[in-house]
């Protein structure tokens, strides 16, 4: 006898709604059933099921619990506006109680590894695509491995053809060779012998660090004579323009496989070769590899102008995501020009991007998406943002979840157009009245070294309240997405309560919290900022507990707690106290418990 399961699904399903009324329960499992039909005892098996159970039962209060295990996704999870049709539909996806659950856009490594040599094992993964298969993390037990790199090495000056044509921060300088000459962003002079053992540059990839961003690029060519590496694609600015001297690390080259626990993969073949510990075989272990760039996409539609709305994520852990590659913040007039006069560039390689990494992706994105959340959810082992709230999202919440270990930042708000308001763009494109509350953000910028821990980019009405961000190589919550004083869509937001320490721990010219640009009705209240100090090789200006940027303006800063800043506790560009409504904040140089505790004993606060 023939079955047909989608029949008996929609006829279960219908039985089940007219059994709980307003309410369903559906059950997914990782377990082979025969005949599924999101029951406890005949669980679904993949999430299409699930989708099709929501829009059957369309105006429910659907209730999607996942039985423990890793669900590995081999595309996208998309929920769309056609998920939630009626106002009424209320999805919540959580895990069974007592057992974990994780999203995954990984994949496990099923290969073998055979020894090569000592403690060197090598794999070589099936299928093998290098244009679309290359990775840059690797995990064993759902922790990080090392990619095998240099020493932190150091430039000594911008490439010898180009060394008059621009001075330090000489912006007019930069923007015309960027249009014509964008050879000087591929390269600069090295310390003398810096690179002398470096030989296998077929994989590998060299990280630069300016003041406020860092790219990513892969080598065209090593001058060892003259002590000059060239790169196939541009840095955002060229070696000088902050200072000769900034730091740089070679990685994934099988020169510097020399320590347990590190690897490198060859990008051509897919094949990995990993560094074991003394006795150790890394087949009796669990390695993944990512391989997706976004995890769940929550996008309404925009030609009708509807949300998804009212679903809710709790209780889960999401993990393992791409690095993105290929990126930068060039437009293609000016890629098109240079690749003309410089025939060897390669927009597909390396990363190079503005201010706060914000082309680097994310694993959760929102757009036309409303009333939707994660609560009490875990990020970790992400090469991307953990989550982005884009355009035409309101009323969103993310709360009381932790992210870390992640490549790029914690969380953004807003969509990356830089300036002020523009016919274009109209009021409601801006995300208005999404919540960040409780969440703890740390280890951010593992990869993206310029990301930030929460980002308000041309959103308003935004709550971000009793959030612990910490351990970051840049600043920890930035706002604003403009350089003057003119009108933006950055509007209205409350930052308040929030816990701010150990940021900055790499790059410069940042702070516990940035602004950029005209911000009215917002609030900065009740935050502490503590323990900020500066990298002895980080370039450019200092950084602070608050970096009030170019055109900071038409906010209050109230009643918050700043101190053990290395530098100087509050900063302005281009702006200045006129512009900015302060009441009474505390800016201290001693230890945040002796602060508290004079707090609560009354006694005075410089």
Known sequence: MIFNYSILISISLFCNTLAAKDSLQIYMSKMVVSRPDGSKKFPFTSFKQVQKAIRVNAGSKITVILRGGVYELSETLIFTDEDTSLPSTEVEITSYPGEKVTISGGRKIKEQWIKQRSNIWKLKLKGYNPGKDYFRTLYVDNQPLTRASSDTLFSTGPLPQYAKSFKKYDFKAIEKLRKDSLDAFCGFKYVSKA????????????????????????????????????????ATYPVGFFAPRLRFRVENSLDFLKHAGEWVLASASGEIYYHAYPGQNPNDYEFTIPNLDTLILLKGNEQKKRH???????NLNFSYTSAAWGKSNLKEDVKAFNSIKFPYLDFSQGFSSAQAALDCGEAILFEWAKNCTFTNCNFSNLGNY???????????????????????????????????KRKSIPDKMSPSGNKILRCQ??????????????????????????????DLPYTGISVG???????????NNLIEYNTIYSVMKILADGGGIYTLGKQTGSVFRGNHIRDIFRSPNAVGS??????????????????????????????????????????????????FNDTLLKL???????
């Open 441 to 470: 953000i740390s280890k951010c910028g593992q990869i993206f070294p310029a990301s930030v821990g929460i980002g308000i980019m041309q959103a308003n009405n935004s709550l971000i309240k009793h959030n612990t961000v910490f």
């Open 195 to 234: 690179l002398n053992s470096l030989y296998d540059i077929s994989s590998a990839e060299v990280i630069v660090y300016n003041s406020w961003e860092a790219s990513w690029h892969t080598i065209r060519d090593i001058d060892k004579k003259n002590s000059i590496i060239t790169f196939n694609n541009p």
């Open 481 to 491: 997405w403009s350089y003057s004083f003119a009108d933006t869509y950055t509007i």
């Open 386 to 420: 953990a989550i982005r709230i884009g355009k035409y999202s309101n009323d969103n919440i993310i709360s009381d979840s932790q992210i870390s270990n992640i490549g790029g930042g914690g969380i953004i708000i807003g969509f990356n157009v830089s300036g002020g």
């Open 308 to 314: 998804v709305q009212n679903i809710s994520f709790s």
């Open 542 to 591: 200092t950084n602070n507990g608050f970096f009030f940027d170019e055109g900071s303006s038409d906010f209050r800063v109230d009643s918050n707690i700043v101190l053990n800043i290395q530098n100087k506790d509050i900063r302005f560009n281009k702006t200045d106290t006129t512009r900015i409504k302060f009441g009474p904040n505390h800016f201290e140089k001693s230890s």
């Open 600 to 606: 609560k004993l009354g006694s005075p606060i410089r």
